[in-house]
RNA sequence: GUGGGUAUAGCGUAGUUGGUUAACGCGUCAGUUUGUGGCACUGAAGACCGUCGGUUCGAAUCCGACUAUCCACCCCA
């Protein structure tokens, strides 16, 4: 272990034995997304530097300390994708998805890189699974992306979320807004902690945030941005809010949830695990009507969110959640002796053909060893192969959940003969498999005696 | 970037006020007489005790620095 190169900072492996759960979520968010009408898209790991300055706003964290930037040949610098949303709008419109007709649905499930301070659920290298929803103005969009983040997490199991909504308003009621804010926090500049002073100055909204009991206290009584939301803005979040009771998804308004990334408009919101400690925001997202014409293309409404997946399976792993467990081995061949070993192989590639999961030895070991192998790796069925089944042209198979064993000829006539066997087993043993049977018995379905 | 905790085989741990061959469980591999797994028993492999330096006759044990990890701040997913 001495001397090994480590693996970067801030990075993770997914070990063989536990890559099941990543294709857990994976499947079961990109499915959702899908029956949402979303399709993936595949963007570049690094883009443009000014991409990120431009759409994420060069006051933000991210962009100001936490960039992974590289210079390359000539004048350009390229930096590792902090997010995901900034390349989706991008592609969306140098492919001229645009003219495709509205709305424009992409979800992604991708890498992202940030140079912060380590910790659980936050890593420099972490998984994002997002969705961006361009060219819907109204608060339908919005509730519409929120149930698909609600029925993911629904999907996966995950209990004891939280759902906090808050509208922070277009760029002009938000102007007052921060204005009114200024204003009262100046007044008690004293009382507040140092990065609050510097709050103050890049973006006051983010005092709300401070967790400092101090700041808590007097932030508690700060204005409202609600209170300040011009009428358009307003009556947007109030049909959000009308819709999410529509389609029964309980939220918290929360006037305190502020997003960190500039582009935000109006609606923000995220999920919120209490099992995660300081880590707890599984999904953030909201509207950010104003980015698609700041990168250049026409005034279009448009909204996402992007899903954290470390946090999602740390937090599944904790609540107990079911994680779909991969497929094991159908058959093991045990041989002995070469000629043996080639029959293996040659019933190996036959079964394997058919589908079935198919492993032998190939490393040599004795006749118990490889049992003992076999029933490690949840073998359903062994058949030993040695000398006398070569000679005899027949071998059993043998149940290893109940030990009984089947001999069969070792012709053509194998596959067939297996399968019936297979088939027993699934219906002595899989509930779900007799149901299925079962479900097509009672439709008068005729089944092979 | 700031503050605090931790660091012993693949994993989880023990290691008494510094004293010789660093212990245990799980796991891995093999065997328990001749061709059948799970249980049990036996044995083996596997650790320069995170790294470097210091104190000492002697350091896993004390001190320092570094690194990694965890927790909190910050920020975000």
Redesign the pocket.
């Known amino acids: 272990?001495?001397?090994y190169i480590?693996?970067?900072?801030?990075?993770q492996d997914v070990v063989p034995s536990q890559s099941y759960k990543w294709h857990t979520v994976e499947r079961i968010v990109a499915e959702t997304a899908e029956q949402f009408g979303f399709r993936e898209i595949r963007i570049p790991t690094f883009e443009e530097t000014g991409l990120f300055v431009r759409s994420v706003g060069d006051t933000?964290?991210?962009v100001q300390k936490?960039m992974y930037t590289v210079s390359s040949t000539g004048d350009s610098t390229f930096t590792l994708r902090p997010?995901g949303?900034a390349g989706t709008i991008r592609a969306i419109l140098e492919n001229g998805i645009l003219n495709e007709g509205f709305p424009q649905r992409a979800y992604y499930i991708l890498s992202?890189f940030?140079h912060?301070?380590?910790?659980?659920?936050?890593?420099?290298e972490?998984?994002?699974f997002g969705c961006e929803m361009v060219g819907a103005a109204d608060p339908a969009a919005d509730a519409d992306i929120i149930a698909l983040v609600k029925s993911i997490l629904d999907r996966v199991g995950l209990k004891n979320i939280r759902l906090d909504i808050n509208s922070i308003g277009c760029p002009k009621c938000r102007g007052e807004y921060h204005k009114a804010l200024k204003a009262f926090f100046e007044d008690r500049k004293d009382e507040l902690c140092e990065?609050c002073h510097e709050?103050l100055e890049r973006?006051p909204m983010?005092i709300l945030?401070?967790?400092?009991e101090d700041c808590k206290k007097i932030a508690a009584d700060a204005p409202v941005i609600l209170d300040y939301l011009c009428d358009d803005c307003k009556s947007h979040f109030e049909g959000l809010q009308e819709n999410l009771r529509v389609m029964g998804i309980d939220f918290v308004i929360n006037p305190h949830t502020?997003?960190?990334?500039d582009y935000y408009t109006r609606t923000v919101f995220?999920?919120v695990t209490t099992d995660?400690?300081?880590?707890?925001?599984?999904?953030?997202?909201g509207r950010y009507d104003g980015l698609i014409s700041s990168l250049g293309g026409p005034q279009t409404p448009a909204l996402g969110?992007?899903?954290?997946?470390?946090?999602l399976i740390l937090t599944m792993e904790k609540q107990g959640c079911e994680f779909m467990e991969p497929k094991g081995c159908d058959i093991y061949f045990?041989s002995?002796g070469s000629n043996a070993q080639k029959k293996a192989m040659e019933l190996t590639a036959k079964f394997r053909e058919e589908g079935y999961y198919v492993q032998y030895d190939i490393?040599g070991?004795?006749?118990?060893?490889q049992?003992?192998?076999?029933?490690?790796i949840g073998a359903k069925f062994?058949m030993?192969?040695?000398?006398?089944?070569l000679e005899t042209g027949k071998?059993?198979f043998?149940?290893?959940?109940?030990?009984e064993?089947t001999e069969v000829s070792l012709d053509d006539s194998i596959l067939e003969s297996f399968g019936e066997i297979y088939y027993t087993m699934l219906l002595d043993t899989d509930e779900d498999f007799r149901d299925f049977v079962d479900s097509f018995a009672e439709d008068d379905f005729e089944l092979g005696n």
């Open positions: 272990m001495a001397n480590q693996r970067p900072k801030g990075t933000t964290d991210v936490e997010e949303t992202c940030r912060e301070n380590v910790q659980k659920g936050r890593l420099r972490f998984h994002q990065t709050r973006n983010r945030d401070c967790k400092v502020v997003r960190g990334l995220e999920f995660l400690g300081a880590q707890g925001v599984v999904c953030g997202g969110f992007a899903m954290g997946l470390e946090r045990v002995m490393v070991r004795g006749l118990k060893p049992m003992k192998y076999a029933d490690k062994v030993v192969l040695g000398d006398s089944e071998a059993k043998k149940n290893m959940q109940t030990g064993q």
